[in-house]
């Protein structure tokens, strides 16, 4: 069982940044694919960027060239530094891994992981971004 552990979540005003961090148990070949989601309050849960195993990435349209994601193996933790953030961003972020579906996904599509893919999810850690 792959456990996810996010830290770094937090208060920020608009324009600043923030650095989410994701550490596992293990990346192991389930996590072939790796990557951030968000849900705000009465919203659903959208994907914001996706690693794969082969260090490709992927991001949703509303945060390219604002954040990056990242990952150290060999500390088996994933990053999603966070700038030029907007109220709009705030949010309950997760980190998810999936196996090779969520990698053929991202590949083929471009785009952030799909929900429906991912086989692990972490509990969570609240970005709050005021104007």
């Known amino acids: 069982q792959v456990q996810l552990v996010e830290s770094g979540g937090g208060s920020v005003q608009a324009g600043g940044s923030l650095t989410l961090s994701c550490t596992t148990s293990e990346f192991t070949p389930l996590s072939a694919c790796v990557g951030w989601f968000r849900q705000a309050p009465g919203k659903e849960r959208e994907g914001v960027a996706g690693?794969?195993?082969?260090?490709?990435?992927t991001y949703g349209d509303s945060v390219k060239g604002r954040f990056t994601i990242s990952k150290d193996n060999a500390k088996n933790t994933l990053y999603l530094r966070m700038t030029s953030l907007k109220p709009e961003d705030t949010a309950q972020y997760y980190c998810?891994?999936?196996?090779?579906?969520?990698?053929?996904?991202?590949?083929?599509?471009?785009?952030?992981?799909?929900?429906?893919?991912?086989?692990?999810w972490g509990k969570g850690a609240l970005v709050t971004v005021s104007s």
């Open positions: 690693i794969g195993s082969d260090g490709n990435t």
């Open positions: 998810a891994a999936g196996g090779l579906s969520c990698l053929a996904y991202i590949r083929a599509l471009g785009v952030p992981p799909s929900a429906r893919l991912v086989d692990y």
